[in-house]
């Protein structure tokens, strides 16, 4: 691959919740709400974000900063040291939740991904440790 290939994969399903037992039996990923998944792709920079989680875009449309809230820089800054903490969750299955970290995130500070995608990764970190009661950083995650 010419650039470096940022994939990122979010299926996250939350524990507990009575829409997750219907599961995926008998169903096709075309049945899915198209609210449930957001999907962020830049073919120059040869990357694909998909984020599929039941409650992220009703909690991004009513929860989140809206855009323009937070710088880049800002938002560059807090992606760096979260998805070094998600990694490092991620390859220590022992100690942390194999279910909430199942892949780890290849997010490269080196590379200019453009504000909505800052953006959008900034707010899934938030809401993942919101709705999972995590907390990836030193600082208590804020919607």
Not at 6 to 34: D, E, H, Q, V, Y
Not at 81 to 88: P, Q, R, S
């Amino acid at each position: 691959m010419k650039n470096l290939l940022l994939i990122l994969l979010f299926m996250i399903t939350l524990m507990g919740c009575s829409s997750s037992k219907n599961g995926f039996a008998g169903n096709s990923i075309s049945n899915f709400k198209k609210s449930d998944t957001i999907r962020i792709a830049n073919d120059s920079l040869e990357y694909e974000v998909i984020i599929i989680d039941a409650g992220f875009s009703m909690w991004l449309n009513s929860q989140a900063k809206p855009r323009g809230f937070y710088t880049e820089d800002y938002l560059e800054g807090r992606n760096q040291i979260y998805a070094a903490e998600w990694n490092n969750r991620a390859m220590q299955p022992q100690r942390f939740n194999q279910n909430l970290y199942e892949m780890q995130i290849n997010y490269n500070y080196n590379i200019h991904y453009g504000y909505e995608v800052n953006y959008l990764i900034y707010n899934y970190f938030i809401y993942f440790q919101i709705t999972n009661k995590q907390q990836l950083a030193g600082f208590a995650p804020r919607p």
